[in-house]
């Protein structure tokens, strides 16, 4: 199994990226797709969460409103778009993978699949 986080890079306060997550080697469309993050010196934080079919979402406060995640079963990717960034969303991101599709959760150690991360970088 492998995810691959791409999209990261380093943009001003208030401008917008999208993540996306590339997943091989398992059957996507039987996992919830999750991002968290972590910055510097913190633990990793849940970001937001999709089930199997992208109708349930699920998103920390501090960034509703602000990004979308979505995925796309037929490409085996899952995507963050995130608009409004702030300084405080710097972080290295990483998309996860849990064998319970139709189920979100946001603990990290539900889990079952890691990507490598991307790193976001937003200058006030």
């Known amino acids: 199994v492998q995810l691959q986080a791409s999209g990261g890079g380093l943009v001003q306060a208030g401008g917008s990226l999208k993540l996306s997550c590339s997943a091989s080697g398992l059957s996507f469309s039987r996992y919830t797709m999750a991002w968290f993050r972590q910055a510097p010196g913190k633990e990793r934080e849940f970001v937001a969460a999709v089930t199997w079919s992208g109708t349930t979402t699920d998103y920390v406060d501090s960034v509703k409103g602000r990004f979308t995640i979505s995925r796309d079963n037929a490409k085996n990717t899952a995507y963050l778009q995130m608009n409004s960034l702030k300084p405080e969303d710097t972080a290295v991101y990483y998309c996860?993978?849990?064998?319970?599709?139709?189920?979100?959760?946001?603990?990290?150690?539900?889990?079952?699949?890691w990507g490598q991360g991307t790193q976001v970088t937003v200058s006030s």
């Open positions: 996860a993978a849990d064998y319970r599709p139709i189920v979100v959760v946001r603990a990290y150690t539900d889990y079952d699949y």
